[in-house]
Structures are given as structure tokens and as C-alpha cells.
């Protein structure tokens, strides 16, 4: 017979919960009052162009940075005061690469292991299990310098593992890579998170990276967290088509459509985006009203909306204005209005 009884038990506490987090750098508040929760097993995006705040939030979160104001528990745990349970709930992969290059993956694993005082035949026996987990196990001996970029994400996140945390950190953990690499490690996160149960915070820039790994999304801009939803309702949230017509005349065609199926209209460089639902049905009646109406069509096409859809609602600018590496940014967000 079993002692426990689930039966009457309230829901296991989030794995985070953050209320009103904030961090000031003098005048400039990087983090500005965000509040969210991420409940157990989940994998949250936190999605924002370069400069957003999406480190300094970690690294609050993480006990690296002190809020200047806010509470947030990590496992049940509080950031300002019980640093040492939270850094034990948490495994984290840095922005910023930290492996040993002239160590092999598995000294790499092993140095990590000591420092986390797991003992000799643990140490053995988990190092091998994770290092298969990311497929690195056949080459577990190479030194890391003769790794590729992928190979050091997925052993960098392996690490992070080693004692068994409950969450991970990943900040922004495909950056720089190609998008095939990026499309392996996507395939890790998404396995360890299953089959491991380990709750994911990541950070990214990547739209796509937000839409195909994350259960749910908040969209970070400026410091604060503009909107926060599955990436499917952030989608749905805009309307349920994006139709774009370039015409000679685009001021004519946003006057001349005003029907209540169309939740938003803007206008850009010669065309004019519709927002609407159902864009198969209603395709051949736009036609034919800017037709009768003597204007011209240039071009007609139709897409499913983007995150990049959903940022641009929301924040008035496209997340790739600011990127740093804009050249990456540009051709992610080409290849996701693409799908
Ligand atoms: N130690 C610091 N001192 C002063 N300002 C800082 C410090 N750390 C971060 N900032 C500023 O806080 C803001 C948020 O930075 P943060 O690194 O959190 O952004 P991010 O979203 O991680 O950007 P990226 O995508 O470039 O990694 C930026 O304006 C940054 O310049
Ligand atoms: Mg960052």
C-alpha cells in the first residue's frame, strides 16, 4: 500500500515564477518589471531582437546578476537569498562558449563532475549516458578544439546536466550556427525535454527557433515582455492569413477594403498587407472589387503569419532592424515567412 495520497493535492509549484523582475544598469533599465511563470516540463521561449534584456533576465534568474527590484523562485527557491538551492535546481549554457579547448569532451565533463563533488562511479556512469544523449560519445576522447560548432553546443548542454538539474538555462543556444546544425540541436533540446522531463528556459532571436521548440513564447522587447502565448495563438492572435498585393495604386486598395473579415490593413513600399481570416474564400471577391475599381495588381500572394508577423504587430518594427548580425537575422526570417 502506498503512503501517498495524490488525491486533494494542489498542482506542483511552477519551476519559476517571476514577479515584477527588474534590473537597472544607471539611467538604463534593462529589465523593466517583467512577471511570467513556466509551470514544470515546459520549454519557454523568451524571443527579442539584440539588447532586449533576454541575458540580463537569465542571469538574474541564474543568481549570476542581482534584480534591482522583483522576486522570482526558481524550484521553489528564491533568487535573492537561497542562491545556493537555486544554482543546484539549475543547469545553464552561456551566450558565450566556456568549454576547455585543449581538454577532450569527456575531461571537460569530468572536470565539471568534480566540481559538483559527484562521485567516481556516478561521475562515470551519468558522463557516458549524456554524452550519448547528445551523440557525442564516439568522440568523447578528441580534444574539443577539433569540435565543430554544433558539437560544442550539444556538449556544452550535456554539461549543464551533469548534476542532474531540474531546469536548464540555454541562452540563445543555436547562435551563429548553420541552419542544419540548428535543426540537430532543435532535435536534442526536444528529446531531453521529453525524455528527461528537464523544464527549458531558452533564449533566442531566431523566430523560428521560438516557433518550432517552445510551448509557449513572450516576446521581449525594450526590457519588457510584450506579449507572451503559444507561438500558435500568438500567430491566430494576428489573423489567420497575411495576404500582400503590390499594386501602382496601394493607397486606393487599403480605402476600397473595409470589410469585417479583415482584422488589419497596413502599407509598405508599394503594397499593401492585409491581415484576414480565411484568405481562400475571400481572394476571389478582393479581386474583383479592386478590378471594378479600375486599379491595378502587380502582385497577389498569400502566407500563414510569422512570429516575425507577430513582432512586427506588436512592437511596430521588424526584430531584425537591430540585430547585430542582421545578415543572419534577415535570411531566418526570409526562409520563415518562406514555410
Ligand atoms: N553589465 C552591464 N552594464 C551596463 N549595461 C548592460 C550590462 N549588461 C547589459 N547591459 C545593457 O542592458 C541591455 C540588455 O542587455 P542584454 O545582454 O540582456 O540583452 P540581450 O537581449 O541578451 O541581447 P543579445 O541578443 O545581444 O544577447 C542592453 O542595452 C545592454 O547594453
Ligand atoms: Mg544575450
Excluded at 35 to 41: D, Q, R
Excluded at 75 to 98: H, K, L
Excluded at 173 to 201: C, F, M, S, V
Amino acid at each position: 500500500m502506498s503512503h501517498s495520497n495524490t488525491s486533494g493535492r494542489a498542482d506542483p509549484p511552477p519551476a519559476i515564477e517571476v514577479r515584477n523582475l527588474t534590473k537597472a544598469f544607471g539611467d538604463l533599465v534593462a529589465v523593466d518589471k517583467i512577471s511570467f511563470s513556466i509551470a514544470s516540463g515546459e520549454i519557454f521561449g523568451l524571443l527579442g531582437p539584440n539588447g532586449a534584456g533576454k541575458t540580463t533576465t537569465i542571469s538574474m534568474l541564474a543568481t549570476i546578476q542581482r534584480p534591482t527590484s522583483g522576486t522570482a523562485t526558481i524550484n521553489g527557491y528564491d533568487i535573492v537569498g537561497q542562491e545556493d538551492d537555486v544554482r543546484r535546481s539549475i543547469g545553464i549554457v552561456f551566450q558565450e562558449q566556456s568549454l576547455d579547448e585543449e581538454l577532450t569532451a569527456y575531461e571537460n565533463m569530468d572536470f565539471h563532475g568534480r566540481l559538483y563533488r559527484i562521485s567516481g562511479e556516478e561521475r562515470r556512469r551519468r558522463i557516458d549516458e549524456l554524452l550519448t544523449l547528445v551523440g557525442l560519445s564516439d568522440r568523447k576522447n578528441s580534444l574539443v578544439k577539433t569540435y565543430s560548432g554544433g558539437m560544442r553546443r550539444r556538449l556544452e548542454i550535456a554539461r549543464g546536466l551533469l548534476h542532474e538539474p531540474k531546469i536548464l538555462f540555454l541562452d540563445e543556444p543555436t547562435l551563429g550556427l548553420d541552419p542544419q546544425t540548428r535543426n540537430h540541436l532543435w532535435e536534442y533540446i526536444a528529446r531531453l525535454n521529453e525524455e528527461k522531463g528537464i523544464t527549458i528556459i531558452l533564449t533566442t532571436h531566431y523566430m523560428e527557433e521560438a516557433d518550432r521548440l517552445c510551448d509557449r513564447v513572450a516576446i521581449i522587447d525594450r526590457g519588457t515582455i510584450v506579449v507572451l502565448d503559444t507561438a500558435e495563438n500568438l500567430k491566430n492572435s494576428i489573423g489567420g492569413d497575411i495576404v500582400t498585393i503590390t499594386s501602382p495604386d496601394p493607397d486606393a486598395i487599403a480605402g476600397l477594403l473595409t470589410a469585417p473579415w479583415i482584422s488589419a490593413i497596413e502599407q509598405h513600399d508599394g503594397s499593401v498587407t492585409i491581415h484576414l481570416q480565411e484568405a481562400d474564400r475571400h481572394i476571389p471577391g478582393i479581386v474583383t472589387a479592386i478590378h471594378q475599381s479600375g486599379i491595378g495588381i502587380t502582385s497577389l500572394s498569400v502566407r500563414k503569419p510569422t512570429l516575425e508577423d507577430v513582432f512586427l504587430h506588436y512592437t511596430g518594427r521588424t526584430i531584425r532592424d537591430e540585430g547585430a548580425d542582421s545578415k543572419e537575422s534577415m535570411r531566418m526570417a526570409h526562409r520563415a515567412r518562406r514555410r
